[in-house]
Every structure is written in structure tokens, then in C-alpha cells.
């Protein structure tokens, strides 16, 4: 049997040495790690869809820049409502989580916190959320709130269907709607590609994630892309990368980007042809620090898509 996780201890993909373990009072800490805020590379990946998505508007409309005000609605968002989905997946995944070497010492598994109390910071957070989403048009808000759908169901996807990826990506990518419906109050051609470019990268990036738990997995019958695709997950990582460059740059050629935003779709390219090389025979340690990476690739295509949004208004200009 393996040790019992420690009170208030790191868990195995926190950051190191970050704020919540070292500084934050010690009974804040087990909320503090339902939301997940010593893991920000989630809120990071919720948030990249809706900044591709303003990106491409701001080029669309004519604009100089993505709208601020949205960019830290979103930004504020996605920290929020990733702690929200984090804590009810965690609520319903709890007895798994206790079978899973990288989860056990999660604050439900370990005891830190009961459900009812977990319960109710989820729904905290989702009023804080609603509150988020109130400030933008009518059609957006009713966007988000049609997401909720997916999430609820996406918990459950691990013990239905051997990609559960797919499902997290129709959740984890709705922003790339947002972005788009926030400056227009509708949705047009490339909200809807870059969307599926977030869908099929998140399906990417998340079995690269799984890799750590294969064998965990396995003995507590949770389903994945990693176990699915088994010795081919190199090559399906790859296909998914594929198809995200191919659609996100269909969609900045339909938003009407020019030579900028495709210089941001090709280093976003070679970061993520970078991860696929760095796959064959990676370790755990390895797989998580390719996970994490994926913020910096995704921040290179948003980069790519403001500033061509930037340059193209002052050429108008």
C-alpha cells in the first residue's frame, strides 16, 4: 500500500515552491487546491481559445487590438470557472481519484475537505462567474451558459468512452466562440474553426497529460487517449497537432489576417512539432513539462494574431 498523503503537502504536478504550499493560511489551502491555483496551466489553456477568438475578431472588424476589457473578462473567467469545473470533477471523480497515485492526495481524496463544503465553494465560484459573463451581449451569454451542458457531463466521460480528451476539448475550447461573439453578437465561419482547432489541440495536449496515468489507469478503469491509443499516441498527438495548424490557419484566412498572423501560426506549428519530437520514450517529468509548454505555444499564435491585427490598422491609418 502507498503512503498516505500528507495534510497541506504539494501534489505531484503543482509548481514548486508556489504561494499556496508555502504561504497561504492552512485552511484556505485545500480550497486554494480544488480551484487548482497552484496549477495555472489550466486556466491558461481555458483562456488561450478566447484570446485566439478576440485576436481574430479585432483583424476581422478592422481593429487596432483585441478589446482589453474582454481580455481580462476572459482572463478573470477562466481562473474562475476552471476552479468551479476542477471542484466538480473532483466532487464526482472522488473515489477514483483515491486509486490514482498523481490524484489520492487531492483534497477530497485525502480527507482535507468534505463534499458539502466543496459543494458549496463550487457554487461560489459560478456566481462569480454568471457575474463575469452578465457584462457581455445578450448572445454570448447565452453562448457560455449552453457550455455548462459540457461540462456537467465531462466527468463522466472517463468511465464511458476511451476519449474523454474530446469531450474536455469541447469544454476547455468554448472561449474560441466567445472571443468572436463578444465583438459581433453572433458567430461566424472562423469562431467555428477556431473552435475545432482548440477542440482537436486539447485532445493533443491532453494525452500527452494522460501519459503520467497509463498505468494507474489501467488498474482503476479509468479510460483515455493515452491508453487508447496505446503505442500509436505519438502519432495521434501529431494528427491532432496537424489538424489544429490546418484549421487555425483556415480560420485566420477567413477572419482576413495577413502575413503576421501566419508568422504566429507557424511558430505555434513548430512548438507543437517540437512536443511531438521530444514524445518517443518520455518520461512522466517530461510529459507534464510538454503539457505545460502548451501555454507558450498557444501565446505565440495569439501574439500572431494581435499584432496583425496592430499592423494591419496602421496601415489603414
Not at 470533477?89 to 490524484?103: F, G
Not at 463522466?156 to 453578437?185: C, D, E, H, Y
Request: aromatic share 12%.
Amino acid at each position: 500500500m502507498p503512503d498516505a498523503p500528507q495534510p497541506h503537502a504539494p501534489l505531484p504536478d503543482a509548481l514548486n515552491d508556489h504561494w499556496v504550499d508555502t504561504r497561504a493560511p492552512h485552511r484556505l489551502r485545500p480550497y486554494l487546491k480544488l480551484a487548482r491555483i497552484e496549477r495555472p496551466i489550466g486556466w491558461q489553456l481555458l483562456l488561450l481559445p478566447c484570446w485566439w477568438s478576440a485576436g481574430l475578431a479585432a483583424i476581422s472588424s478592422g481593429r487596432a487590438f483585441p478589446d482589453p476589457w474582454h481580455c481580462v473578462l476572459f482572463l478573470i473567467g477562466a481562473i474562475v470557472m476552471r476552479g468551479a469545473g476542477c471542484t466538480f470533477n473532483d466532487i464526482i471523480d472522488r473515489k477514483l481519484d483515491a486509486q490514482v497515485a498523481r490524484t489520492r492526495g487531492r483534497p477530497l481524496p485525502s480527507g482535507q475537505i468534505t463534499t458539502k463544503a466543496a459543494a458549496l465553494f463550487m457554487v461560489g465560484l459560478s456566481f462569480v462567474g454568471l457575474l463575469i459573463l452578465l457584462q457581455f451581449n445578450r448572445f454570448t451569454i447565452l453562448a457560455g451558459i449552453a457550455s455548462l451542458l459540457i461540462v456537467a457531463v465531462y466527468p463522466f466521460m472517463k468511465r464511458i468512452t476511451n476519449l474523454p480528451q474530446f469531450v474536455l476539448g469541447l469544454a476547455f475550447s468554448w472561449g474560441g466562440l466567445l472571443g468572436w461573439s463578444a465583438v459581433f453578437g453572433r458567430l461566424d465561419a472562423p469562431a467555428y474553426l477556431i473552435y475545432a482547432a482548440a477542440v482537436v489541440w486539447t485532445v493533443g495536449y491532453d494525452t500527452i497529460y494522460a501519459m503520467q496515468d497509463i498505468e494507474d489507469d489501467v488498474i482503476a478503469g479509468i479510460k483515455s487517449s493515452a491508453r487508447y491509443f496505446g503505442e500509436h499516441g505519438r502519432e495521434a498527438i501529431a494528427l491532432c497537432f496537424a489538424l489544429a495548424v490546418a484549421l487555425a490557419g483556415l480560420a485566420a484566412w477567413t477572419a482576413g489576417a495577413g502575413p503576421v498572423a501566419f508568422a504566429g501560426l507557424a511558430a505555434f506549428a513548430g512548438h507543437l512539432g517540437w512536443q511531438v519530437s521530444r514524445l518517443k520514450g518520455a518520461t512522466s517529468p517530461v510529459a507534464l513539462a510538454l503539457f505545460r509548454s502548451n501555454w507558450h505555444a498557444g501565446l505565440l499564435l495569439a501574439a500572431g494574431f494581435a499584432l496583425d491585427a496592430l499592423g494591419r490598422y496602421a496601415l489603414q491609418t
